[in-house]
């Protein structure tokens, strides 16, 4: 089946680091491709997707870009800001009947002044 | 436009007892998904309902877990004889449409089962 497998936290940087947050997949056919954040004691939050390879979802400073050659999906943001920790998730959707999300295990990301 | 309801936020179950979680979809939304997250844990997914129907129930275990979308009226999930193991915090999500639509998280329901 479907799966999504993304780098383990915790991430830890300080204000104005560079991140990355690796995400890969395994699916059959052409997914969707999404990361959300979940603040603490918070839903999730769609942060961007991607529909189709060679497409970048991009969205407060975020990007990723979708890779159907390595079947990834890496997280980006040149500036990191305090206000940015959270938990992020990578996901995708097999765009099925139902279009039900598969998510990664989820990154912890803290930053630091 | 309000967005995903969910109640109650918290919600604290003795070993054998009933667990009623209620999702209000957002206005016009007719599409609800639920989601289990257990601790340290992604989403995992539970069953995806349109109103009066069950559309894909794959990620429900197979017994104890209920859910329903009436016509008028929350979706509910309902959890009949809980145990330890069901302690997890539940989100519900809602969308316009399958394929390409957005879906809109809840703030989720915390369930501890004590």
């Known amino acids: 089946g479907d799966s999504v497998t993304q780098m383990e936290g915790p991430v830890t940087l300080s204000e104005e680091a560079f991140l990355t947050i690796n995400c890969t997949y395994t699916?059959?056919?052409?997914?969707?491709l999404f990361w959300y954040v979940q603040y603490p004691g918070e839903g999730l939050q769609l942060l961007l997707k991607a529909t189709k390879a060679d497409d970048k979802g991009s969205n407060k400073g975020f990007e990723a870009t979708y890779r159907k050659e390595t079947t990834s999906f890496h997280l980006e943001k040149g500036s990191v800001q305090v206000s940015d920790s959270a938990v992020y998730f990578c996901?995708?959707?097999?765009?099925?009947?139902?279009?039900?999300?598969?998510f990664g295990t989820g990154t912890r990301l803290q930053v630091t002044l | 436009n309000a967005g995903v309801m969910q109640n109650p936020r918290h919600l604290v179950r003795r070993r054998g007892q009933e667990a009623r979680l209620r999702c209000s979809p957002m206005?016009?939304?007719?599409?609800v998904y639920w989601y289990r997250q257990l601790p340290e844990e992604g989403l995992k997914f539970m069953v995806y309902?349109?109103?009066?129907?069950?559309?894909?129930e794959s990620g429900m275990p197979k017994e104890r877990f209920s859910a329903e979308f009436p016509k008028e009226g929350p979706s509910i999930l309902r959890i009949q004889q809980v145990v330890r193991g069901d302690s997890a915090a539940y989100f519900c999500?809602?969308?316009?449409?399958?394929?390409?639509?957005?879906?809109?998280f809840g703030p989720g329901t915390r369930l501890t089962v004590t």
């Open positions: 996901a995708l959707s097999d765009g099925g009947t139902a279009s039900k999300l598969t």
């Open positions: 699916a059959t056919g052409y997914p969707s």
């Open positions: 309902l349109q109103k009066e129907n069950i559309i894909d």
């Open positions: 206005k016009g939304h007719s599409h």
């Open positions: 999500a809602s969308s316009l449409g399958t394929v390409s639509y957005e879906q809109y």
